[in-house]
């Protein structure tokens, strides 16, 4: 019988006491006196959000292959549970053994999102951890960082031993036989480190020294241990079909975020939107074998007895193989009362097709992504949607039965006019009359256009890597045009109108670029109270601005201006695959407001050729 970490009056008092017992359906328990290595796999996020994360799962999987290896699991306790333990000091714990975390040789942390990075110190904090890597001794688990926000890791580069660079499915044996090999040896965490500083793919930023010039930019950025590389390059799976993936998914007890099996399909994208990190560090696209993805659906779902599956991808509509593999799921889905969500396709007429076939249409709503409002500013972007190709979807969509449509922009985007952000509100009015065009008596009811901005952030490894932010000020007063122009628009009533938070954004645009300078700012920030920082609720930008003005440090440093072509970046010794250069080039054809080519329409020399594989030698 399992002991758990928490007493039965605490679970009683807190809210949802299910996201601390562990034990859930898939969850893998072993002998601890049969394992040389145990890690706790932790997102820094509530339960229900880590739970729909498919690279934990992944890694899960994983590791749990392996005897030698227990790979447990921890997630960021909510802030009722977070009060109790500190209270009564309670140490953090992992769900599947309900041991302390500081217990174990490895602490992992995914690291997906900017705004979740006080809670990474609240994990460190909890489990009664020195927050700095410099502070803890041979007693603590090693603390490795991995996801999208690795690709800048210096604003964490305090925090952390380790820092994993790329797919996890490539070094991480070579990583965990060298931890057992020097364990074994009795020798020490720095000895280890080196030895893992020699392994493709693997930062570790102690064996590291920055230096600024005076006006605060990055003046050098250089190994200070033998055994660390100038570069480090980022590791990739090429062959999808020949790894591991999870037919046996944990889960959960109480309703996460995304509560059904995840299939996905392939890694990357062809699109080369100038504003998208994702688009630009998993290159090449690689595309995951179609009897592979079947056979592993139907296990996926036999094994879950979950009611819908999700395919997975950044732009679904491109994988080579999409309508067999949804003749397939249609056809099996329907025999198990299974849902069928596909998120991220182009509204096409094959999509909608396919949608009208897998979904209940009198609930669904369609999704579509302009990100701008005018063909201009697409063009700045690289979008590849013209005008033309949403409007014909609507039509198509509302001819089919959908009477919702959802619209993403964004806002404060390089080069933007007032023409642009008014035409925000003139393609929704364009998308609701396409629906009054349709026969009154073929009409379901009125329809809804939901229009959301988000704000323009840019990040590392993208093109817009150099271009400046907005002040809040700016993004809430591009908010107010857009709300404005709406409310001009014939259909209004129709036009609904939600904008994201300015102060999150800028904050976001800060530690997405920032330098090693801001571990100070957000080792401060978390002990002025900053911690779930992704929830309105929660956040609090005054504690942020006050540890700013406390450290003597300019936020607007990081935001405001324009990075001259020269200037050395934080980021700057990872190699990503896509090249400086070449990313360079994009940033002055979106300035051009020249559009580039998808891969498959033709390569553009991004410099992921030389990975060999995917998309870069089809055909």
Same mark, same amino acid.
């Given at each position: 019988m399992r002991k758990l970490a928490l007493s039965d009056e605490i679970l009683l008092k807190i809210e949802k006491p299910a996201r601390y017992i562990g034990n859930e359906v898939n969850?893998?328990?072993?002998?601890? %006196?049969?394992?040389?290595?145990?890690?706790?796999?932790?997102?820094?996020?509530?339960?229900?959000?880590?739970?729909?994360?498919?690279?934990?799962?992944?890694?899960?999987?994983?590791?749990?292959?392996?005897?030698?290896?227990?790979?447990?699991?921890?997630?960021?306790?909510?802030?009722?549970?977070?009060?109790?333990?500190?209270?009564?000091?309670?140490?953090?714990?992992?769900?599947?053994?309900?041991?302390?975390?500081?217990?174990? &040789?490895?602490?992992?942390?995914?690291?997906?999102?900017? *705004?979740?990075?006080?809670?990474?110190?609240?994990?460190?904090?909890?489990?009664?951890?020195?927050?700095?890597? =410099?502070?803890?001794?041979?007693?603590?688990?090693?603390?490795?960082?991995?996801?999208?926000?690795?690709?800048?890791?210096?604003?964490?580069?305090?925090?952390? &031993?380790?820092?994993?660079?790329?797919?996890?499915?490539?070094?991480?044996?070579?990583?965990?036989?060298?931890?057992?090999?020097?364990?074994?040896?009795?020798? %020490?965490?720095?000895?280890?480190?080196e030895r893992a500083a020699e392994i493709p793919g693997i930062y570790v930023p102690a064996f590291y020294d920055a230096s600024y010039h005076e006006d605060g930019t990055l003046a050098s950025f250089a190994p200070n241990n033998a055994h660390?590389?100038?570069?480090?390059?980022?590791?990739?799976?090429?062959?999808?079909?020949?790894?591991?993936?999870?037919?046996?998914?944990?889960?959960?007890?109480?309703?996460?975020?995304?509560?059904?099996?995840?299939?996905?399909?392939?890694?990357?994208?062809?699109?080369?939107?100038?504003?998208?990190?994702?688009?630009?560090?998993?290159?090449?696209?690689?595309?995951?074998?179609?009897?592979?993805?079947?056979?592993?659906?139907?296990?996926m779902l036999e094994n879950t007895g979950h009611e819908e599956i999700s395919l997975s991808s950044l732009s679904s509509s491109d994988y080579s193989k999409l309508p067999e593999l949804i003749d397939y799921l249609i056809e099996e889905c329907s025999a198990r009362n299974v849902n069928i969500s596909l998120p991220s396709l182009r509204i096409d007429a094959?999509?909608?097709?396919? *949608?009208?076939?897998?979904? &209940?249409?009198?609930? %669904?709503?369609?999704?579509?992504?302009?990100?701008?409002?005018?063909?201009?500013?697409?063009?700045?972007?690289?979008?590849?949607?013209?005008?033309?190709?949403?409007?014909?979807?609507?039509?198509?969509?509302?001819?089919?039965?959908?009477?919702?449509? =959802?619209?993403?922009?964004?806002?404060?985007?390089?080069?933007?006019?007032?023409?642009?952000?008014?035409?925000?509100?003139?393609?929704?009015?364009?998308?609701?009359? =396409?629906?009054?065009?349709?026969?009154k008596e073929q009409r379901r009811g009125r329809c809804q256009i939901v229009a959301s901005t988000s704000f323009f952030v840019p990040k590392p490894f993208t093109p817009f890597q150099w271009a400046p932010m907005c002040r809040k000020e700016e993004y809430l007063a591009k908010a107010k045009v857009v709300k404005d122009e709406i409310r001009a628009q014939l259909n209004q009533k129709s036009i609904k109108y939600n904008y994201h938070e300015a102060d999150v954004t800028v904050l976001e645009g800060i530690l997405a670029r920032g330098d090693r300078r801001i571990c100070d700012v957000l080792e401060k920030a978390y002990k002025n109270g900053a911690i779930f920082d992704a929830w309105s609720e929660y956040f609090r930008y005054d504690i942020w601005m006050k540890a700013f003005e406390e450290l003597g440090i300019d936020p607007e440093f990081y935001t405001l201006r324009e990075r001259p072509s020269d200037e050395l970046f934080p980021w700057d010794f990872i190699h990503a695959g896509v090249s400086k250069k070449f990313l360079r080039k994009e940033w002055e054809r979106a300035k051009e407001g020249v559009v580039t080519p998808n891969c498959r329409v033709k390569c553009s020399g991004c410099g992921a050729a030389s990975y060999k594989g995917g998309v870069c030698i089809e055909g």
């Open positions: 969850s893998v328990n072993k002998d601890i %006196s049969k394992v040389d290595v145990r890690f706790a796999m932790c997102f820094p996020d509530v339960y229900e959000i880590g739970m729909s994360h498919l690279g934990i799962q992944i890694l899960y999987d994983m590791f749990n292959k392996r005897e030698d290896v227990w790979c447990e699991r921890v997630y960021s306790p909510w802030p009722d549970l977070d009060a109790v333990m500190r209270k009564e000091q309670i140490p953090l714990f992992a769900l599947e053994s309900q041991d302390p975390i500081k217990d174990f &040789d490895f602490l992992g942390i995914t690291i997906q999102y900017e *705004m979740c990075y006080t809670n990474i110190l609240q994990i460190l904090d909890l489990s009664q951890m020195p927050l700095r890597a =410099k502070d803890r001794g041979e007693e603590y688990p090693i603390v490795i960082g991995g996801g999208p926000c690795t690709y800048n890791p210096e604003p964490l580069a305090e925090f952390f &031993d380790v820092f994993y660079i790329g797919e996890g499915e490539t070094v991480f044996d070579e990583f965990l036989d060298a931890y057992k090999e020097y364990k074994k040896a009795g020798k %020490s965490k720095k000895e280890f480190l660390a590389k100038k570069e480090i390059e980022k590791q990739v799976v090429m062959n999808l079909s020949d790894v591991c993936y999870p037919e046996k998914p944990i889960v959960p007890f109480i309703k996460a975020t995304q509560d059904r099996v995840t299939l996905e399909i392939q890694r990357g994208c062809i699109r080369g939107c100038r504003f998208c990190q994702a688009g630009m560090i998993y290159r090449p696209i690689r595309e995951r074998d179609a009897e592979f993805l079947k056979k592993t659906a139907r296990s094959f999509s909608l097709d396919v *949608m009208s076939k897998v979904q &209940d249409i009198k609930k %669904s709503s369609l999704t579509f992504a302009p990100e701008a409002g005018t063909q201009r500013m697409r063009d700045v972007i690289n979008k590849g949607l013209t005008e033309e190709v949403i409007l014909n979807g609507a039509a198509e969509a509302f001819a089919g039965g959908w009477t919702r449509v =959802k619209l993403y922009f964004m806002l404060g985007l390089p080069t933007e006019t007032e023409e642009d952000m008014k035409g925000i509100a003139h393609l929704a009015e364009e998308v609701a009359k =396409k629906y009054y065009e349709i026969p």
